[in-house]
């Protein structure tokens, strides 16, 4: 199977319908592309398969940063896939491109677990489509909070020190969550031009209808 096969870059197109937004409120990002893991099996049970898939992810979001792990009739996965594909998020993370999205979407109550035992081994959040909200698979509550107030200012692009007012904390603890957050693939990033002197972000939080596969 070729790396083009392994993903559907909107599929609500395959029923006709329009083409999805960004995943973002704002243009900054590209369309996401859904990386269906069902294309390789419908049990996903060894590291080796998992390094065969993990290349092909590699590839794609080499020049597709704004991607959504579809897990959408997978019944079966085992932590070493999983850990695979981590391996490829976690460079991911580490690039922290302006812009990039990293969500995971249709895990079932076994796939979410797992998912979040290797999240905690290696110190890591992710950002996960469920029930029409864009919430944090995460160890850390207070990270969830900062997402779900991010989410609560309604507004297209939002600053540090607009969220540090709400959550009425320091600038830079503020500035650290949303770091993380960065890096959870939870929020996008950009330069604000805006900004009179110095280098300042502003950050999106994504569009769950945006994101929902057909």
């Known amino acids: 199977m070729t790396p083009h096969a392994t993903h559907r870059e909107n599929e609500t197109e395959h029923a006709g319908a329009p083409p999805a937004l960004s995943g973002y409120g704002s243009e900054m990002s590209v369309k996401p592309v859904h990386f269906v893991l069902a294309d390789h099996g419908r049990v996903l049970a060894t590291r080796n398969v998992g390094r065969k898939v993990a290349a092909h992810l590699r590839e794609l979001i080499e020049s ?9 009739d997978v019944e079966a996965v085992t932590a070493p896939f999983l ?33 979040q035992l290797l999240l905690d081994r290696h110190r890591l959040s992710l950002a996960e489509l469920r029930g029409g909200r864009v919430e944090l698979l995460t160890s850390v509550p207070y990270l969830a909070e900062t997402l779900q107030a991010a989410q609560e200012l309604g507004t297209e692009y939002f600053t540090a020190p607009q969220l540090a007012q709400r959550l009425a904390l320091k600038l830079p603890n503020t500035n650290q969550r949303l770091g993380q957050l960065v890096q959870a693939g939870a929020l996008a990033r950009e330069r604000d031009p805006d900004a009179e002197r110095g280098k300042r972000y502003r950050y999106s939080t994504p569009q769950a209808d945006a994101l929902i596969p057909a």
């Open 64 to 72: 597709q940063p704004s991607i959504v792990l579809n897990f959408r």
């Open 83 to 115: 850990d695979e594909l981590l391996r490829v998020v976690r460079a991911e993370f580490a690039a922290e491109r302006d812009g990039r999205v990293v969500v995971v979407t249709n895990l079932d109550d076994d796939v979410r677990e797992t998912l």
